[in-house]
């Protein structure tokens, strides 16, 4: 019997979902609204509540471990509660708690997890920024416009040091900094910060973070995090199993963004959880590390976005140890950020089947900085890509006809207020129904049975049109054009507003050489072009010199492709795409 037919009749792995439950109303123009009413616990109403009850209930249990030489600093619920009541009293004795934000310059840490939670349950808000914003060689324009934004009272860094670069910026001269190691004179030493423990003062209205939109079609905004959203988000992606084992995760995502701070950290605090902080990231150069942590840490769900499975299903298919640990209690796989192949999705598939004889449900969610971050996620065994699910319990999806498209608006409890002194932008960002308007287009899988869910159909202000007037939908060509090459490159950018044709530009995979990689994309696009149609056949494609520049926000720290703050970059390169006649290296299809 053959993978892919052992796929087909394999059984799943059961991960204990609650029951999919849905309410669809078909309105006069053409909208649908899709709701929830599935209930979901509201008794944590703050995000410290979370630690309080577990170190109470299970106080030996790991909450956060990261790397420390060959094993690992572990920090147990019990500690962390005595931890962040302590760093509370001491930011209070300092006069660092308030309402104007601390801002965090510093990598996933457990002194990082700790200092945000402790600023939290005074209701003082962290604003944790990506790190490239500080780290040597980064462009202080964009911290010093996020600092104009934020108006920080303070600043958190895990290493003076190593973010000597960001300390140095003009606009943060005269703020009180915390370093956990390198301070310099006048710093507050991370160790010197606890003190007597305080109870906890902060409201479910209070502002808990400041989180920073990826800037793709601007300068970034800072999305208000209330504490009530953050503890209810959790909640609401709790409900969707009856499940009372607590999930253990190896996670990267990074905690300046909703996906790595709400859905992984938080959500992992508020079912008991341990998260096993990885300091390896979905790129050739950085994996190793994300590899050598599986090979120790078993999860029980494991969640990266589609450049890091990519990297991972090589690593499983060669290496049958790992693949027993990896798969040995997994019983949810979830990818985000972007959209991730069949193909790649088949071949994990395949090894599991090969390796515990079960299939791993495997999903994806979707939402935005905005929304919590979650809105919709599959909730229920699956092994199709492509699919966002259906609205998690609270939640109110609305697709509203735009552009011959469904555009995606959402409404429920995560979803913030708006944007950090910008009031009119907060106003604009919501339609007459108070749905918060994301930009993006869903579509229902079958028309006639929404229950089967959404898939995603593209970002409209992504999108762009060729010069005969045909749109073409960027994420869909993206996503089709690297299932057809496979392995060979890394990402795609999709050019050709304005042209008379598309062309794509190609990332390539570093440890393959470019006669490899040039005759893989000839080929996959040979097979894409047979069955595209209209405008999303691609004339034209170009392998980049190198990867994407994550320092430039290129490629964003969730792992994505900035489409069009890439083809600003890449400028000279998309040039010669479409130069007449084309040069030597620019490939040409019929």
């Not at 999919?20 to 899709?34: F, T, Y």
């Not at 507003?497 to 990332?507: H, I, V």
Request: proline share 7%.
């Amino acid at each position: 019997m053959d993978a892919e037919l052992r796929i087909e009749t394999a059984p799943f792995r059961d991960p204990r979902y609650a029951p999919r439950r849905l309410e669809v109303e078909r309105r006069p123009d053409g909208s649908l609204v899709l709701a929830n009413p599935t209930p979901f616990s509201q008794a944590l109403q703050t995000p410290h509540e979370a630690l309080r009850h577990w170190s109470q209930a299970a106080p030996d249990r790991v909450w956060l471990a990261e790397r420390e030489g060959k094993g690992w600093r572990t920090l147990t619920y019990g500690q962390a509660w005595q931890a962040v009541t302590q760093l509370a009293g001491g930011l209070a004795a300092r006069g660092l708690t308030g309402p104007r934000p601390i801002l965090i310059l510093a990598h996933n840490g457990i002194d990082h997890a700790l200092l945000m939670y402790a600023a939290m349950s005074q209701g003082t808000p962290v604003a944790p920024v990506s790190p490239q914003y500080g780290l040597a060689g980064a462009n202080l324009a964009r911290l010093t416009h996020a600092c104009e934004v934020l108006r920080p009272a303070a600043v958190f860094t895990e290493d003076a040091k190593l973010f000597a670069t960001g300390l140095s910026a003009e606009i943060l001269a005269g703020l009180p900094v915390v370093s956990v190691r390198n301070g310099a004179d006048g710093h507050v030493d991370f160790s010197d910060l606890y003190g007597a423990p305080v109870a906890p003062t902060a409201r479910p209205d209070h502002h808990a973070k400041y989180l920073l939109t990826s800037g793709s079609t601007g300068l970034p905004k800072a999305v208000i995090i209330t504490q009530q959203a953050l503890a209810l988000n959790s909640a609401q992606i709790a409900a969707c199993f009856e499940d009372d084992e607590p999930p253990v995760m190896v996670n990267s995502a990074p905690w300046s963004h909703s996906l790595g701070a709400n859905s992984i950290l938080h959500m992992g605090a508020t079912r008991g959880g341990s998260v096993y902080i990885d300091a390896g990231q979905p790129t050739a150069a950085r994996f190793a590390e994300t590899v050598r942590n599986l090979r120790e840490i078993a999860p029980t769900y494991h969640n990266m976005v589609p450049a890091g499975w990519m990297l991972l299903v090589d690593e499983l298919e060669k290496d049958e140890a790992l693949a027993r640990t990896f798969f040995s209690r997994l019983r949810l796989m979830q990818y985000g950020g972007a959209s991730l192949g069949q193909d790649i999705s088949d071949r994990i598939q395949a090894v599991a089947v090969r390796t515990v004889g079960e299939k791993i449900s495997f999903a994806s969610g979707y939402g935005a900085t905005e929304t919590g971050p979650t809105a919709c996620n599959v909730h229920w065994p699956n092994d199709r890509m492509g699919l966002i699910g259906l609205p998690i319990p609270g939640t109110a999806v609305k697709l509203v006809p735009v552009a011959g498209k469904l555009e995606f608006r959402v409404k429920g409890p995560q979803v913030s207020p708006g944007y950090l002194g910008r009031p009119e932008l907060s106003a604009q960002a919501f339609d007459e129904d108070g749905f918060y308007i994301l930009g993006d287009a869903a579509k229902l899988v079958d028309p006639e049975r929404p229950e089967l869910g959404l898939s995603f159909d593209g970002r409209i202000s992504e999108n762009f049109k060729l010069a005969s007037g045909t749109f073409v939908p960027v994420g869909e060509v993206r996503i089709a054009a690297l299932s057809a090459i496979g392995g060979a490159v890394s990402d795609a950018v999709v050019c050709g507003e304005g042209q008379a044709a598309l062309g794509l530009m190609f990332y390539p995979d570093p440890r393959r050489a470019r006669a490899e990689i040039e005759a893989a994309v000839a080929q996959g696009l040979v097979a894409y072009n047979a069955q595209a149609r209209g405008g999303g056949r691609i004339a034209r494609a170009l392998v980049l010199a190198d990867g994407p520049d994550g320092a430039s926000g290129e490629i964003t720290d969730k792992g994505y492709i900035a489409q069009a703050l890439a083809r600003t970059r890449r400028a000279e390169a998309l040039s010669r795409l479409f130069a007449d006649p084309p040069p030597a290296d620019v490939m040409v299809f019929d």
